[in-house]
């Protein structure tokens, strides 16, 4: 390019030099509108910056004595390293006053019979209709009332004086495990109810605390898609089989930390009169090994089994939730493709494993 | 503290601006006096052991100058050389010293001798830039082109935050006047206004084409020391990765340094002029770390070559070629080289340089081919794709972290371990594609400072126009999107030099 040109198609930037203040106030504004737009979209539009439900419901629920119950799209964990999702999930989506899932037990239900459900992603139902989670397909097969503790509160529940609990089931992802309990909760059968009873309806909303909480998430999820944007070592669509990159191990420790702290959780709640039951959610990496190719050890292979035979053995309930789904599994897809979570069918499989298995005494059969 | 982070831009930087102007109203002496303060407590954020080492280097430096201000010829002679010889002796121990330990083991152990202990010596970050710069100015003392300073104002000028750390390497007769200057103590808006774009830009560069490039590029090297040889395709994107990361991550830190100084009313010399531009090697180095080199040329290259011309007078052409081209040539690029790093892929870098030059040099004697004369647009894309792709081959040295890994590289580039493929990562052929037109259609920071002189400092703006502002928003846009990269700050390449 000629200098001539480059001269007459620049010197007009400097042009805009004539009146420096302006140049400043658009530069300085720019981003902050833009910001604010951001921000308009996030709270008109909320549910377009989140890919999982309890996220939504923790920065943005509306307090009331009422279900909210919300039409989402989730895509997944894994789906946060990329640009685009290969699979999401629309669903309704409810929650109560607690922040807790619907289930068939409500706050100030109070029955003897009643069993509290602990767990993660995969007992909230994240992927799921409210009607195909596991505790309401347990709560048709069981009829007895069942309430989903996952994500909120959990051990504190049974400190509520609005429940009533006679038994507490321990659910996990296969991948980590009921220590994960432990580890939240550190100090859970140190401390005393009186000191651990939280606040459990959910505050108003609109406040500065709710304000500041959104808008640090918005900023960060801004920053996470950017730097998905900028990262060169992945594609920007999210793979159809990436779950299987996820690959997890297990040593004998991991073994040994398992069974301590379902033992500790186990006389924990003992001493209160409430049973307890752990049942593990198996990976798709598991339960579809053969199918996926999915390399393994023996180890990780065999956790679910040799675990709920060490569970057994030193007097805890527990099943072979693998043996069960492996047999649902070789007659359709049991879990979300992308996914490691169980979709509707899979679920209504594990809640007839569990009517079949030894644990099914703890819902009066 | 870096510049590309949060606590700099939000709470260091306007609390140095606003007490800098604020004292600067008042008493000039005491803004310049904050500013290197602020300067030296930006340089103990990144390495508080380091700060001893800049105290006394400055301190000495400033005593030796004034030295050699006062002394007669004879002694003025000695105590620049001993004061030269201070500086490159603590650049030699803190740089080069485990260097020369290892390699002297290696010659130990040919000869079954006991080794060295290598000696747990911390490099003081920037300390190739603040030695280069002073023994400058001791020299510039030497030949009278210096008045006398006060103490403020040297340290401002060795310690001033935008360039202490990574450059440009800015020489005495640039800066100091301006500490003079009343106006860089008044609130300029127009000097604020071309620093915050020069910065954006600069920050720009760094975050959104840099460090993503890096991350492939640190892949496909990375995989070189875990034991897999990079194949034909991703061994050429990963040394185009690593090109662009590097002109982009250093000029985007030469930007910001240049717009931070601009705030203070200060002006620093461009470190480049889109190199990427360039059809020679010798027009390169032009347009390449210009200050190090304008550095070089007018300390080290000019006296080298007049010393080495004289001996080669009279002799054959050949025999004179040689000595007065070629020696020099390759010596002071070797310097070049092991300048950046104690490593001697830095010095086969500077050697690949050296060699590159010398056949530039014969090629200029060569009479024009009358083909090329017919085929003028053919005779300049040829010139600039062998340009660039000698310094891309010379980059896998400088980047590669031994001369054995470089030369898997070097295989992997002919094809030796296969031809490869994109993998899951296609994206970097955009990142490739927007560095090649940022470098090499859109303007640069220099072209935008000063369109029509050579003159970077002359610049007057033109009157009576309109003022579109569709600059200011992109210049806002791209804060934005810089904004959203400081979560994860990443240090410039050049600090390890």
Same mark, same amino acid.
């Given at each position: 390019?000629?200098?001539?040109?480059?001269?007459?198609?620049?010197?007009?930037?400097?042009?805009?030099?004539?009146?420096?203040?302006?140049?400043?106030?658009?530069?300085?504004?720019?981003?902050?509108?833009?910001?604010?737009?951001?921000?308009?979209?996030?709270?008109?539009?909320?549910?377009?910056?989140?890919?999982?439900?309890?996220?939504?419901?923790?920065?943005?629920?509306?307090?009331?004595?009422?279900?909210?119950?919300?039409?989402?799209?989730?895509?997944?964990?894994?789906?946060?390293?990329?640009?685009?999702?290969?699979?999401?999930?629309?669903?309704?989506?409810?929650?109560?006053?607690?922040?807790?899932?619907?289930?068939?037990?409500?706050?100030?239900?109070?029955?003897?019979?009643?069993?509290?459900?602990?767990?993660?992603? %995969?007992?909230?139902?994240?992927?799921?209709?409210?009607?195909?989670?596991?505790?309401?397909?347990?709560?048709?097969?069981? %009829?007895?009332?069942?309430?989903?503790?996952?994500?909120?509160?959990?051990?504190?529940?049974?400190?509520?004086?609005?429940?009533?609990?006679?038994?507490v089931i321990f659910t996990a992802s296969?991948?980590?495990?009921?220590?994960?309990?432990?580890?939240?909760?550190?100090?859970?059968?140190?401390?005393?109810?009186?000191?651990? /009873?939280?606040?459990?309806?959910?505050?108003?909303?609109?406040?500065?605390?709710?304000?500041?909480?959104?808008?640090?998430?918005?900023?960060?999820?801004?920053?996470?898609?950017?730097?998905?944007?900028?990262?060169? /070592?992945?594609?920007?669509?999210?793979?159809?089989?990436?779950?299987?990159?996820? %690959?997890?191990?297990?040593?004998?420790?991991?073994?040994?930390?398992?069974?301590?702290?379902?033992?500790?959780?186990?006389?924990?709640?003992?001493?209160?009169?409430?049973?307890?039951?752990?049942?593990?959610?198996?990976?798709?990496?598991?339960?579809?090994?053969?199918?996926?190719?999915v390399k393994s050890d023996v180890t /990780?292979?065999?956790?679910?089994?040799?675990?709920?035979?060490?569970?057994?053995?030193?007097?805890?309930?527990?099943?072979?939730?693998?043996?069960?789904?492996?047999?649902?599994?070789?007659?359709?897809?049991? /879990?979300?493709?992308?996914?490691?979570?169980?979709?509707?069918?899979?679920?209504?499989?594990?809640?007839?494993?569990?009517?079949?298995?030894?644990?099914?005494?703890?819902?009066?059969? | 503290?870096?510049?590309?982070?949060?606590?700099?831009?939000?709470?260091?930087?306007?609390?140095?601006?606003?007490?800098?102007?604020?004292?600067?109203?008042?008493?000039?002496?005491?803004?310049?006096?904050?500013?290197?303060?602020?300067?030296?407590?930006?340089?103990?954020?990144?390495?508080?052991?380091?700060?001893?080492?800049?105290?006394?280097? !400055?301190?000495?430096?400033?005593?030796?100058?004034?030295?050699?201000?006062?002394?007669?010829?004879?002694?003025?002679?000695? !105590?620049?050389?001993?004061?030269?010889?201070?500086?490159?002796?603590?650049?030699?121990?803190?740089?080069?010293?485990?260097?020369?330990?290892?390699?002297?083991? &290696?010659?130990?152990?040919?000869?079954?001798?006991?080794?060295?202990?290598?000696?747990?010596?911390?490099?003081?970050?920037?300390?190739?830039?603040?030695?280069?710069?002073?023994?400058?100015?001791?020299?510039?003392?030497?030949?009278?082109?210096?008045?006398?300073?006060?103490?403020?104002?040297?340290?401002?000028?060795?310690?001033?935050?935008?360039?202490?750390?990574?450059?440009? &390497?800015?020489?005495?007769?640039?800066?100091?006047?301006?500490?003079?200057?009343?106006?860089?103590?008044?609130?300029?808006?127009?000097?604020?206004?071309?620093?915050?774009?020069?910065?954006?830009?600069?920050?720009?560069?760094?975050?959104?084409?840099?460090?993503?490039?890096?991350?492939?590029?640190?892949?496909?090297?990375?995989?070189?020391?875990?034991?897999?040889?990079?194949?034909?395709?991703?061994?050429? @994107?990963?040394?185009?990765?690593?090109?662009?990361?590097?002109?982009?991550?250093?000029?985007?830190?030469?930007?910001?340094?240049?717009?931070?100084?601009?705030?203070?009313?200060?002006?620093?010399?461009?470190?480049?002029?889109?190199?990427?531009?360039?059809?020679?090697?010798?027009?390169?180095?032009q347009r390449w770390h210009i200050s190090?080199?304008?550095?070089? #040329?007018?300390?080290?290259? +000019?006296? &080298?070559?007049?010393?080495?011309?004289?001996?080669?007078?009279?002799?054959?052409?050949?025999?004179?070629?040689?000595?007065?081209?070629? +020696?020099?040539?390759?010596?002071?690029?070797?310097?070049?080289? &092991?300048?950046?790093?104690?490593?001697?892929?830095?010095?086969?870098?500077?050697?690949?340089?050296?060699?590159?030059?010398?056949?530039?040099?014969?090629?200029?004697?060569?009479?024009?081919?009358?083909?090329?004369?017919?085929?003028?647009?053919?005779?300049?894309?040829?010139?600039?794709?062998?340009?660039?792709?000698?310094?891309?081959?010379?980059?896998?040295?400088?980047?590669?972290?031994?001369?054995?890994?470089?030369?898997?590289?070097?295989? #992997?580039?002919?094809?030796?371990?296969?031809?490869?493929? @994109?993998?899951?990562?296609?994206?970097?052929?955009?990142?490739?594609?927007?560095?090649?037109?940022?470098?090499?259609?859109?303007?640069? +920071?220099?072209?935008?400072?000063?369109?029509?002189?050579?003159?970077?400092?002359?610049?007057?703006?033109?009157?009576?126009?309109?003022?579109?502002?569709?600059?200011?928003?992109?210049?806002?846009?791209?804060?934005?999107?810089?904004?959203?990269?400081?979560?994860?700050?990443?240090?410039?390449?050049?600090?390890?030099?």
């Amino acid at each position: 390019m000629s200098s001539e040109l480059e001269s007459s198609i620049y010197i007009f930037v400097f042009s805009v030099l004539m009146k420096p203040k302006r140049i400043l106030i658009i530069i300085f504004l720019t981003p902050c509108l833009l910001f604010a737009l951001l921000v308009c979209s996030y709270f008109a539009k909320p549910e377009y910056f989140y890919f999982r439900a309890w996220e939504f419901f923790d920065n943005l629920i509306i307090s009331g004595p009422y279900a909210n119950t919300q039409f989402l799209e989730e895509s997944g964990d894994s789906s946060r390293a990329y640009l685009s999702q290969a699979y999401t999930y629309k669903n309704n989506i409810s929650i109560n006053h607690y922040g807790n899932r619907v289930a068939c037990l409500e706050p100030g239900q109070l029955d003897h019979r009643s069993i509290l459900m602990l767990g993660d992603s %995969q007992l909230f139902g994240s992927g799921l209709d409210d009607n195909d989670t596991l505790p309401i397909r347990l709560c048709e097969e069981f %009829q007895i009332p069942i309430y989903n503790g996952s994500r909120l509160h959990e051990l504190n529940l049974t400190s509520s004086k609005e429940f009533n609990f006679s038994s507490v089931i321990f659910t996990a992802s296969e991948r980590l495990g009921i220590k994960r309990f432990c580890m939240a909760a550190p100090d859970f059968d140190k401390a005393s109810s009186a000191d651990t /009873t939280p606040p459990y309806s959910l505050k108003k909303s609109f406040t500065l605390n709710f304000l500041i909480q959104n808008l640090n998430y918005l900023i960060g999820y801004l920053q996470s898609r950017f730097s998905v944007v900028t990262q060169l /070592t992945l594609p920007w669509k999210a793979p159809v089989a990436d779950i299987i990159s996820f %690959q997890h191990t297990k040593s004998d420790q991991d073994y040994q930390d398992e069974l301590k702290c379902a033992l500790r959780l186990n006389q924990h709640y003992s001493k209160k009169g409430i049973s307890t039951a752990f049942v593990y959610f198996p990976s798709q990496q598991t339960i579809l090994r053969e199918t996926l190719l999915v390399k393994s050890d023996v180890t /990780t292979d065999e956790f679910i089994p040799r675990m709920v035979d060490i569970m057994n053995v030193s007097g805890l309930s527990s099943l072979d939730t693998k043996r069960c789904l492996l047999a649902a599994a070789k007659e359709g897809r049991v /879990t979300q493709p992308h996914d490691t979570h169980l979709n509707g069918s899979g679920m209504r499989a594990m809640s007839q494993c569990i009517k079949e298995s030894k644990i099914a005494k703890l819902f009066g059969r | 503290m870096l510049f590309n982070s949060y606590e700099f831009i939000f709470t260091f930087l306007p609390i140095a601006l606003v007490v800098y102007y604020a004292l600067g109203r008042y008493h000039h002496e005491s803004a310049i006096l904050w500013l290197g303060l602020v300067s030296v407590f930006f340089y103990g954020y990144w390495s508080f052991y380091s700060l001893p080492v800049l105290g006394l280097s !400055i301190v000495a430096n400033y005593f030796l100058g004034n030295e050699l201000q006062r002394r007669q010829e004879e002694v003025k002679k000695i !105590i620049l050389i001993l004061s030269i010889a201070l500086n490159l002796l603590a650049l030699a121990y803190f740089k080069y010293v485990n260097f020369f330990i290892d390699n002297t083991n &290696i010659l130990l152990s040919n000869i079954g001798a006991e080794p060295w202990r290598a000696l747990n010596v911390i490099l003081p970050i920037g300390i190739s830039f603040f030695t280069f710069t002073q023994i400058a100015y001791l020299l510039d003392i030497y030949l009278d082109r210096v008045k006398k300073v006060s103490f403020s104002n040297y340290m401002l000028f060795v310690t001033f935050f935008p360039h202490l750390i990574a450059g440009p &390497i800015i020489h005495h007769k640039q800066v100091m006047p301006q500490f003079s200057n009343e106006g860089i103590f008044k609130v300029d808006l127009e000097k604020i206004a071309i620093g915050v774009i020069i910065f954006v830009i600069g920050m720009a560069k760094k975050l959104l084409i840099a460090d993503p490039l890096g991350s492939y590029a640190d892949q496909i090297f990375g995989g070189i020391s875990g034991g897999s040889a990079p194949m034909l395709l991703e061994s050429w @994107l990963g040394s185009f990765a690593y090109t662009f990361q590097l002109y982009f991550d250093f000029s985007g830190y030469s930007d910001m340094a240049v717009g931070l100084s601009l705030l203070f009313g200060i002006i620093l010399p461009f470190n480049f002029n889109s190199p990427f531009k360039a059809r020679s090697i010798i027009d390169f180095w032009q347009r390449w770390h210009i200050s190090l080199t304008k550095y070089i #040329g007018d300390y080290l290259y +000019t006296p &080298i070559t007049l010393f080495f011309m004289r001996l080669g007078q009279s002799r054959s052409e050949a025999l004179e070629l040689f000595i007065s081209l070629v +020696t020099p040539t390759i010596l002071i690029f070797l310097i070049l080289g &092991i300048w950046h790093g104690a490593n001697w892929t830095f010095v086969f870098f500077g050697g690949m340089h050296g060699v590159y030059v010398v056949v530039n040099h014969l090629w200029r004697r060569l009479p024009e081919q009358s083909f090329f004369k017919n085929f003028c647009i053919l005779k300049i894309v040829l010139a600039w794709i062998c340009t660039f792709l000698a310094v891309d081959i010379a980059f896998v040295m400088f980047r590669s972290t031994s001369i054995s890994e470089a030369f898997i590289f070097y295989k #992997g580039m002919m094809g030796f371990y296969g031809e490869g493929s @994109l993998g899951s990562s296609p994206s970097i052929l955009f990142f490739l594609a927007a560095g090649l037109l940022v470098s090499l259609v859109l303007p640069n +920071t220099l072209s935008l400072m000063n369109s029509d002189s050579k003159e970077i400092f002359n610049y007057r703006p033109p009157s009576g126009r309109a003022a579109p502002a569709v600059f200011a928003v992109y210049i806002g846009l791209l804060a934005f999107l810089c904004l959203l990269s400081l979560n994860h700050p990443s240090t410039f390449l050049y600090f390890q030099f």
